[in-house]
């Protein structure tokens, strides 16, 4: 493609041939190269709230649409009655030509009509087009308008500025890529939070965490605040019982695959917690009997044994 740019602008330049093709047009063409970056767009998480946007757009315009068509006729509907009511003042030639023309320029054919409700309607009530009406006809003109205003800007336009924000949510709830984007980046912000811990909490750095270390960790009081955020409430008399429960192969140390697998099983309800360390400790027991049986060289007897993976009903 960029070869036959050249070809043809230097043709085109020194008036060699004449093809009859347009060389700007074939420049053109080297525009369609940008769809190969499409691809790496969408997978750009920066662009995430601009592909939010263009897709609650495309989602709402059918909402949008109807909400432009109905303003659009409310504003004509009121506009054309004004223009009805106003068209015997305006014809009429008792009253003075400048005071007949000044109202004529805002109100006298339909589209000085439209224009004029749409300055009324979004942009000021304090127009010239109703300071016309209240000066020569009438100052109720003015309380007309303070109506429509109040109806059109505060009743009308709050529903649909409500419908089309409840049309966006809705369109980003069901965009599942976004979604999927957002929970991963929890879960990758969630294990970097819990690197940092571990790392504060093994003083050693031998890379794992003994009862000592967790016990030391619990008593600074920054460390509530870092629980806090972790969704856990533990101090430093429970060191012992958060140790059994993030030690699940009960070897006396905690290496950062169990204290994150741990953790994440504790986040919730007290319930839940209560619940894991029953798991831990029956897991616990079973290795025991494993051990000691494999020791004595006996064989477990069937109705004694716990399989790991039975699930509980509490």
């Known amino acids: 493609m960029d070869a036959a740019t050249v070809a043809l602008g230097t043709v ?3 008036k060699l041939l004449n093809l009859g093709i347009n060389p700007t047009m074939v420049r053109l063409l080297r525009l369609s190269k940008l769809t190969r970056y499409m691809k790496l767009l969408k997978t750009a998480t920066w662009l995430d709230v601009l592909r939010l946007i263009i897709k609650s757009i495309i989602g709402s315009f059918s909402t949008v649409f109807w909400s432009l068509l ?3 006729a409310v504003q004509g509907l009121v506009g054309m009655l004004l223009g009805q009511i106003l068209l015997d003042f305006m014809n009429d030639e008792t009253i003075s030509k400048a005071t007949r023309k000044d109202v004529y320029k805002h109100w006298g054919t339909l589209p000085r009509i439209l224009c004029t409700m749409f300055e009324i309607t979004f942009v000021s009530a304090n127009t010239p087009s109703i300071r016309a009406l209240m000066d020569g006809i009438d100052v109720g003109w003015g309380t007309f308008f303070m109506i429509y205003r109040l109806c059109i800007n505060f009743v009308l336009l709050s529903v649909i500025r409500g419908v089309i924000v409840k049309q966006t949510f809705k369109v980003a709830e069901q965009d599942k890529e976004c979604q999927l984007r957002k929970t991963l980046k929890a879960n990758s912000d969630y294990r970097q939070k819990l690197r940092k811990v571990f790392f504060n909490v093994d003083s050693s750095g031998d890379g794992t965490i003994q009862v000592e270390e967790l016990r030391n960790f619990l008593l600074d009081p920054n460390a509530q605040q870092v629980l806090k955020a972790l969704d856990l409430d533990y101090h430093a008399g429970d060191a012992n019982e958060l140790f059994d429960r993030l030690n699940s192969d009960g070897d006396g140390g905690i290496d950062f695959q169990e204290m994150m697998m741990g953790l994440h099983k504790l986040k919730g309800a007290a319930k839940s917690s209560d619940v894991q360390l029953v798991l831990t400790r029956l897991d616990h027991v079973h290795k025991a009997i494993v051990q000691a049986l494999a020791e004595n060289k006996a ?9 790991p993976n039975t699930k509980l009903k509490l």
Not at 299 to 307: C, G, H, K, N
Request: aromatic share 14%.
């Open 299 to 307: 064989t477990i007897p069937t109705a004694l044994a716990v399989r």
């Open 70 to 72: 109905l303003l659009f």
């Open 12 to 14: 085109d330049t020194f």
